[in-house]
C-alpha cells in the first residue's frame, strides 16, 4: 500500500494566512507523493458555541478553499468528516482506551478551558477535553504514516501516537505511528498585533490576522499596521516576535529560504519590510480568490463522489480494527 498522507482543518471561523502556510501548503507540496486524504473538520467545531447557520457556511467555505489552494480531487481524496461515520464510532473505541488524566495534560485545553471558565455564563464543553481523541480517529482511521500538522498541533499528534501504540500492543491493531510533517519557520504565523500569540481564524480582532477571503486591499493595510518594534533592523530574533513574523510570512508565499529573506532585506527598514510583504499578501489574495468563487459551485458534487471511495476505505479498517477488539 502507498504510504498515506491525512489532514484536516476544523470549520470554526475563516481560513487565515497562518492555516495555509502552516497546514494547508505543507500538504499541496506532498499531495501527488502519497494516497492523500484531506477533510473539512465540521464536526469538531461542535466543540464551540457555533451557530448552525455559521457552520454551514464555514464547512463549505473551507472545502471550497481546499480546492482554490491547490488540493486536486483527482488525486486526492476531499470530504467532510460529518460524511465518514467511522470517525465517531473509532473515536469511541479509543476513547476507551484514554484516560482523563492525559486529556486534561493538553496544553490547548488547559488554555482553552481557562477562557470558558474566566466567562460565567459558559460551562467547559465535554468535548473541548475529548478532542485530541477524535482528532487520533481522523488520523489512524486511515493509517497514514505522514500527517502535515502546525506547531500548535503537535501534541495532539503525539497523543495519537502514543494511542496508536497502546492498541497495538493490547489488541494487535497495526496502526502506524504518524509522523509530522511541519513547514519549519511558517509552522506557526503569528498574530500581527500580539505577535507572541498564534494567528487565530476564531479570533474577533480582525486586524491580528490575514483572513484568506479579506479584501486584498484591506490585507495590505493589515501589514502596513502590524505591530513591530523601534529597532528598525531585520533580523530574527526571540525578543522581535512581530518583525521575526512577517519575514515567515515572506519566506512562505516567495518560497525563499531564511538566508535569502535576510540577504533581501539586509539593510532595509521596517517601512521597505512591510510594503513587500503586503504586496506579495495582496497578490497572493487576488489569485487565490478568483480560484476559490469558480469553485464554491462545485463542492457538493466532488465532496459526495469522494466520500464513497473514503467511506468503503474507513469502514474496512474500522471493521478490521472491532474484530480484534472482540466486537
Known sequence: MEDRLVSGITATGRLTLGNFLGAIKPFLKIQNQHESFIFVADLHALTIDINPKELSENRKSIFAMYLACGVNPEKTNIFFQSQIHAHTELYWLL????????????????????????????????????????????????????????????????????IATRFNN???????????????????????????????????????????????????????????????????????PGVSNLLNIFIGLSDSTKEEALEFFKDKNYKFLKE?????????????????YKNIENIEKIAQESAIKVNKIANENLNKIKTLMGL
Do not use: C
Request: hydrophobic letters at 35%; aromatic letters at 8%; zero cysteines.
Open 276 to 292: 513587500k510583504v503586503g504586496e506579495l499578501v495582496k497578490e497572493f489574495l487576488i489569485n487565490l480568490q478568483q480560484k476559490y
Open 95 to 162: 476513547q476507551s482506551r484514554t484516560t482523563i488524566g492525559e486529556l486534561s495534560r493538553m496544553t490547548q485545553f488547559k488554555d482553552k478551558s481557562k477562557v470558558q471558565q474566566e466567562n460565567k455564563t459558559e460551562k467547559v464543553p465535554t468535548g473541548l477535553l475529548t478532542y485530541p481523541v477524535l482528532m487520533a480517529a481522523d488520523i489512524l482511521l486511515y493509517n497514514p504514516k505522514y500527517v502535515p500538522v502546525g506547531a500548535d498541533q503537535l501534541q495532539h499528534l503525539e497523543l495519537a501516537r502514543n
Open 170 to 240: 493490547i489488541y494487535g491493531t497495526n496502526f502506524n505511528l504518524p509522523q509530522a510533517i511541519t513547514a519549519k519557520e511558517t509552522a506557526k504565523i503569528m498574530s500581527l498585533t500580539e505577535p507572541t500569540k498564534k494567528m487565530s481564524k476564531s479570533t474577533t480582532n480582525l486586524n491580528s490576522a490575514i483572513f484568506l477571503l479579506d479584501d486584498p486591499e484591506i490585507a495590505y493595510q493589515k501589514i502596513q499596521k502590524a505591530i513591530t518594534d523601534s529597532e528598525n533592523k531585520i533580523y530574527f530574533a526571540e525578543d522581535k
